[in-house]
C-alpha cells in the first residue's frame, strides 16, 4: 500500500515556518501584506479568495482583498494593478482567474510587477524559471516539488511523467522536474500511448481536470504520484484524476484529493508573499 503523502501536514509546516518569520519581521516593525483583486462573483473563486484571506491571516500576513464588479472594465481593472504596483506597502499581488469575458487576462497578468507577482504568473518570471534564476515559482508546480522532496527520494535520473501541459501546472511542472535532473516526458490530448508512457513513470504528475483519469493499470509499482486533479463528482465530493484506491495498490507514495495538492498550493502563495517582503526589503535597504 502507498504512503500518504498529506498536503494538510506538508501545507501546516510551511505556513507554520512563514508565520515564524512574519513574526520575526513584525517585531522589526516591517509587515507583510498581499493583495487580492476578485473581479465579479464566480462562487469558486470567491471561495479560493477567501481561503487565501484565511490563509494570511493564520500567517500574520496582512491581506487586502478588493472586489470588483463583473461590469469592471479592463482599463479599470489595469488601474487598480498600477495602483497596487506603486503601492509600497503592498509585497504581493494577484488577480484572481478566471476573469470575465470581456477582459483580457494576459494583459492584466502582464501588468503585475514583475517583484510582485507571487502566483508566478508573469512573463518575466516564468523565463526565469525557465534558466533557473532566482523568481516566483507558480504555486501549484511548486507545492508539488515540495511534496515529491517529502518522500526522501532522489529525482535524478529518474523517469517523470506529467500529463497535462497548462501553463498554470503542466508546463511549469515538467520544468521543475527537469531543473531536478528527472528525465521528463510531457504528455498531453494528443499524446499517444498514454497508458504504456504512465506505466515508466517512477514520478507520476496529473494535472487533466478529469475524474479517475488515471486507473490503477497506468501506475507502475513503487511510484510516486501526484494528483493535481480537482473535480466534483457526481456523488458531490472531490476527486482527484488519479483513481486513489487502484493507484494506492501499486505506487509507494501518492497525494489524497482533497487533503493534497491544492493544500501545498495555497501555502506556496504564503511562502512567495513573504519572500516577496523579504526581496523588496532587501532592495530598500
Ligand atoms: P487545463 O484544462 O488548463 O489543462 C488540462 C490539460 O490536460 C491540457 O494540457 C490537456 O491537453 C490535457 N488533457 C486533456 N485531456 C487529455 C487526455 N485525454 N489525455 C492527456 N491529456 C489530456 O487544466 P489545469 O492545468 O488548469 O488544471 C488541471 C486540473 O488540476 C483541474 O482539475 C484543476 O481543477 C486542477 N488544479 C488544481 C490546483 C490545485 O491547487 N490542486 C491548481 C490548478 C489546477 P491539451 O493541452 O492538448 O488540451
Known amino acids: ?9 506538508l501545507a ?19 509587515t507583510v501584506r498581499l493583495a487580492v483583486i476578485i473581479v465579479g462573483e464566480n462562487p469558486a473563486s470567491m471561495t479560493y479568495v477567501a481561503g487565501k484571506a484565511r490563509d494570511c491571516e493564520a500567517c500574520g500576513i496582512e491581506s487586502d482583498v ?7 472594465t479592463e482599463a479599470e481593472l489595469l488601474e487598480r494593478v498600477r495602483a497596487c504596483n506603486e503601492d509600497p506597502s503592498v509585497n504581493g499581488l494577484l488577480v484572481q482567474l478566471p476573469l470575465p469575458k470581456h477582459i483580457c487576462e494576459k494583459n492584466v497578468i502582464d501588468a503585475i510587477a514583475p ?6 504568473f508573469t512573463p518575466v518570471n516564468v523565463g526565469k524559471m525557465v534558466i533557473g534564476e532566482s523568481c516566483f515559482l507558480p504555486c501549484t508546480p511548486a507545492g ?29 511542472m515538467a520544468l521543475l522536474l527537469c531543473a531536478q535532473n528527472a528525465t521528463v516526458t510531457l504528455c498531453h490530448s494528443r499524446t499517444q500511448d498514454l ?11 496529473v494535472a487533466v481536470g478529469r475524474e479517475r483519469f488515471i486507473t490503477g493499470d497506468m501506475v507502475k509499482p513503487g511510484a510516486v504520484v501526484i494528483d ?10 472531490l476527486h482527484g ?6 493507484a494506492s495498490e501499486k505506487a509507494a507514495f501518492i497525494t489524497p484529493v482533497p487533503g493534497g495538492v491544492g493544500l501545498m498550493t495555497r501555502a506556496m502563495l504564503m511562502r512567495n508573499t513573504l519572500e516577496a517582503a523579504k526581496r523588496q526589503r532587501g532592495q530598500a535597504e
Open 1 to 9: 500500500m502507498a504512503k500518504l503523502i498529506s498536503g494538510k501536514e
Open 12 to 30: 501546516a509546516r510551511v505556513k507554520q515556518e512563514v508565520a515564524q518569520e512574519v513574526q520575526a519581521l513584525r517585531q522589526k516593525q516591517i
Open 66 to 72: 478588493i472586489r470588483l464588479p463583473e461590469q469592471t
Open 115 to 120: 517583484e510582485k507577482d507571487v502566483d508566478g
Open 144 to 172: 508539488c516539488l515540495e511534496m515529491l522532496r517529502s518522500t526522501g527520494l532522489s529525482m535524478a535520473g529518474k523517469n517523470a511523467v506529467v500529463v497535462g501541459r497548462s501553463n498554470i501546472v503542466g508546463k511549469p
Open 195 to 205: 497508458a504504456e508512457i504512465c506505466r515508466r513513470a517512477d514520478i507520476l504528475v
Open 228 to 237: 493535481v486533479g480537482i473535480n466534483r463528482g457526481a456523488d458531490g465530493k
Open 241 to 246: 484524476d488519479v483513481d486513489f484506491e487502484a
